[in-house]
């Protein structure tokens, strides 16, 4: 799960960066709105994104052997239940969560109970409130202070101002970034992304003002009056929202020649992003002759028949001594099965830096699986270094993303320490 985490940080934190960088200060609000929006969506979804890259290898490929499992069944008392620190982020997590959830729930109740007078304004919904309420538009309506209304009119520029962020429905925007930040609120580049969308609808609703022809000058010294009244509400846009600076800046801003280059610069960011970040899996076509095959030097009997299969294809089960007498204890189990685990560890572990070794090397790494099904621990023993690193390695990673499917002892779930051996045969001419 933390290298997820990280690599939803990291991908986030290039879109951001390149919006900052290239997109920001381009009068392209429609296209940045679009950049910002998916860019954030895609930062969680490229590292779940798999590519499979074919590979071709050589003859004398070393082959990766996961025997089958054997596991000691340990029973555990409760007073000896080691400290799980995994637990513990979970419920910190799951506090964080739900506080930021009830507080969004309480402010759109907030907004929802301000009282008023209901209106139709030109087919818009119009909320006047009897307090000095400084314009702000939330989904379909505008709320709006009874003193801006003057002869049942509202100033004009107040009203495309607030109008357009109906129109351009800014509030699902940002109701899409409030729902992400309360499920990941861990990502702190959420708050780089919030600033910028709400600043970029501010563009767009300052530009649908100005393209009426309204001067320039005197729509800034009305926003200045505005923020003197500042009253915001949260998942709301104000007409006074305060980024005064970049909006004025904007307004007199041309579009460039290099508007289509930043643009091309934004969708080349997600693209690269998208091949940094997504998890490869490389597909081995084994280029084999008669030599090889003969050669293939396995050392448990059941394989040698079906050596030029794929070698995790030709694993057998084997019976378990330890546990074979004890039918009423259930081993604990990979959750797609010891097929799929061997799989998974072929794909994700690096043999490289073992390709200059010779003869057969082997490791066991033991897992301990406690009664929830979470991998409380694991330890690699073997006759080299290196792959017992990188087993290690292997193993922990796909045990920190599983929860696995406890042992279990007349039905109920127990602790165990799962043995998963491996053997690497090099075979050099």
């Known amino acids: 799960m933390l290298p997820v985490i990280l690599k939803i940080i990291l991908c986030s934190s290039l879109f951001i960066a390149v919006y900052y960088l290239f997109l920001e200060k381009e009068k392209i609000y429609r296209f940045n709105r679009f950049y910002l929006l998916s860019s954030l969506i895609f930062s969680y979804i490229i590292p779940f994104i798999t590519i499979t890259v074919q ?17 000691n069944i340990i029973l555990r008392h409760a007073e000896q239940t080691d400290f799980n620190w995994v637990n513990i982020l979970w419920f910190v997590y799951a506090i964080i969560t739900l506080f930021l959830l009830i507080k969004s729930v309480l402010a759109f109740i907030k907004i929802q109970r301000i009282q008023g ?14 307090k000095n309420t400084s314009p702000f538009s939330f ?16 100033d004009p520029r107040i009203f495309l101002h607030e109008k357009s962020h109906l129109d351009q429905k800014h509030s699902i925007d940002l109701a899409i970034v409030q729902l992400i930040n309360i499920f990941s609120w861990f990502n702190p580049i959420l708050f ?10 501010e563009f767009l609703a300052d530009e649908a003002v100005l393209s009426n022809e309204f001067n320039i000058r005197e729509y800034q010294n009305l926003i200045l009056e505005e923020i003197l ?3 915001n509400f949260p998942l709301t846009h104000s007409f006074n929202f305060n980024n005064t600076k970049k909006r004025f ?11 289509l280059l930043r643009k091309t610069a934004g969708i080349t960011a997600l693209a690269v992003a998208t091949i940094l970040f997504s998890e490869r899996i490389y597909a081995n076509n084994y280029v084999k002759n008669e030599k090889s095959q003969q050669e293939s030097s396995i050392t448990v009997p059941e394989y040698r028949k079906e050596a030029s299969k794929s070698i995790f294809d030709t694993i057998s089960p084997r019976k378990n001594s330890q546990i074979k007498d004890n039918t009423n204890i259930i081993p604990a189990q990979y959750p797609d099965g010891l097929m799929s685990l061997r799989t998974k560890v072929s794909k994700i572990m690096d043999t490289g830096a073992l ?5 057969t090397i082997t490791a ?16 690699v023993s073997g006759n080299n270094e290196t792959f017992n690193k990188e087993f290690l390695k292997t193993v922990t990673a796909i045990s920190n993303e599983t929860t696995w499917k406890p042992a279990t002892k007349d039905g109920k779930a127990i602790a165990s320490v799962l043995k998963v051996p491996a053997t690497m045969t090099f075979i050099r001419p």
């Open 364 to 379: 066991t790494a033991y897992l301990h699986i406690d009664d929830l099904g979470k991998m409380t621990n694991v330890t």
């Open 117 to 130: 007078e209901k209106r139709s304004y030109h087919h818009y919904n119009i909320v006047l409130t009897e």
């Open 55 to 71: 590979s071709v290898e050589k003859e004398n490929k070393p082959q990766l052997l996961i025997e089958e499992a054997t596991q």
């Open 192 to 201: 780089l992304y919030k600033k910028a969308i709400v600043t970029n609808h």
């Open 229 to 231: 009244n500042a009253q």
């Open 355 to 359: 390709e200059p070794l010779n003869g």
């Open 139 to 154: 989904w379909r309506t505008i709320y709006i202070g009874k003193n801006y209304v003057k002869n049942n009119i509202i």
């Open 249 to 259: 800046i904007m307004m007199k801003a041309k579009k460039t020649k290099f508007s």
